[in-house]
């Protein structure tokens, strides 16, 4: 297993928790990086593309750069990794007889659920899943799978810079919590083993599909 971020600091800590992990970093924005570390890997199993930025505001909120920024990080990275990847991964299919895995992180606010103030962050979680069909239907009988995990709000580093930037943070994190009638924010061990269900054999009969755990915002 191997895990990236742009973040050194944070990659290290991982290491240290998880010695069986590991890491390197990288900038999925940058198509040249991710070829050279696609040229040092052996061919994947599995794939769960995972970056991404949360742009706040409606459509007058968001000029051009905010709206490219959103979608290069949120939908173009992702467009990377695969392109760089990809071809290993059905070559790998091909030649063991087995199967192949991408998990693409997209969110409940997408062409699931309009939220207020998401604008830029929906219209690019959207295409995600859009992505994510097209690619289980181009590679379907090719050994690949392909699905789009939609998560609620998570209690993540993100999640807490955006609640600590707000005008009332105390409030601003009882909004988030309100919106969840589970009466709680998700944690990362609520999301992790949905990973790992798409990503092993378990799922070996899903593509396709838009997988929600939300803790009941979208019944």
């Not at 696609?38 to 949360?54: R, T």
């Not at 810079?161 to 005008?167: D, S, V, W, Y």
Request: net charge negative.
């Amino acid at each position: 297993m191997i895990a990236t971020d742009i973040n050194a600091g944070l990659l290290e800590k991982l290491a240290h928790a998880s010695p069986g992990v590991r890491t390197a970093v990288l900038d999925v924005r940058s198509a040249d990086a991710i070829a050279a570390l696609a040229a040092q890997l052996p061919s994947l199993d599995g794939l769960f593309n995972c970056a991404g930025y949360v742009h706040h505001g409606s459509v007058l909120d968001c000029d051009e750069a905010a709206w490219d920024f959103s979608f290069d990080l949120n939908v173009k990275s992702m467009y990377r990794m695969v392109r760089a990847f990809l071809p290993g991964m059905l070559d790998k299919a091909k030649r063991e007889g087995s199967g192949a895995s991408i998990v693409n992180m997209a969110s409940m606010a997408s062409s699931v659920k309009g939220f207020p103030h998401r604008f830029a962050y929906g219209a690019s979680k959207a295409a995600v899943i859009g992505m994510t069909k097209a690619l289980a239907a181009d590679h379907v009988q090719q050994g690949l799978r392909c699905n789009a995990l939609c998560p609620g709000t998570v209690d993540t580093p993100s999640l807490r810079e955006r609640i600590a930037a707000a005008a009332d943070p105390v409030q601003a994190e009882r909004d988030f919590i309100a919106r969840q009638p589970m009466g709680r924010l998700a944690v990362a061990e609520d999301i992790a083993p949905q990973v790992v269900y798409l990503l092993s054999d378990e799922s070996r009969f899903v593509t396709g599909q838009v997988v929600l755990v939300d803790g009941g915002v979208t019944i």
